[in-house]
């Protein structure tokens, strides 16, 4: 079975999206970056033009290109991803413009509320179609502090791989 590499796009030190990141890693043949870890700036043209790409922006690009098959997962703030993460995926389409391209992709967001995120994965799902990422699907979880057992998400998710 081909490795899937999963990242989170919370910086939030308590963010149950990372926490389910963190999960997911924990099954056979799954990898996870931990973006909060990344020395990545905010995305500016202006620093892009006095100091080029970052460094860490090229090292991401080549680790996402070790693997074809990707989960990212999203908190929701206000409907969309975190400024956080779409920076961090604007440095990625300076470097590349479809860094994603031939790449399998699901987006997931882990949420308290009910509705598990749909707006997000929908702005995710239509933001992320033009890296030409092969997009499987999205998968929400939402009321996530009600539901203490995540194995059977953890299983759906990996299914849509198949």
């Not at 699907?137 to 502090?145: K, L, M, P, R, W």
Request: aromatic share 12%.
């Amino acid at each position: 079975m081909e490795k899937i590499l999963v990242i989170g796009g919370s910086n939030s030190i308590n963010s149950i999206n990372q926490w389910f990141a963190k999960e997911l890693a924990k099954q056979e043949n799954v990898d996870y970056i931990d973006t909060r870890e990344l020395n990545i700036p905010y995305y500016n043209r202006d620093i892009e033009e006095t100091s080029g790409i970052a460094q860490e922006v090229i090292n991401l690009y080549n680790k996402l290109h070790d693997y074809n098959k990707l989960i990212i997962i999203s908190p929701e703030y206000n409907g969309y991803a975190s400024s956080f993460f779409k920076s961090i995926t604007d440095w990625l389409s300076r470097y590349e413009r479809f860094y994603l391209e031939n790449i399998d992709l699901v987006i997931v967001s882990v949420t308290p509320g009910k509705a598990a995120g749909a707006s997000v994965r929908e702005s995710l799902t239509k933001m992320l179609s033009f890296t030409k990422a092969n997009i499987l699907g999205d998968y929400g979880i939402g009321e996530f502090d009600q539901t203490k057992d995540h194995s059977d998400d953890i299983k759906n998710i990996l299914k849509m791989f198949k």
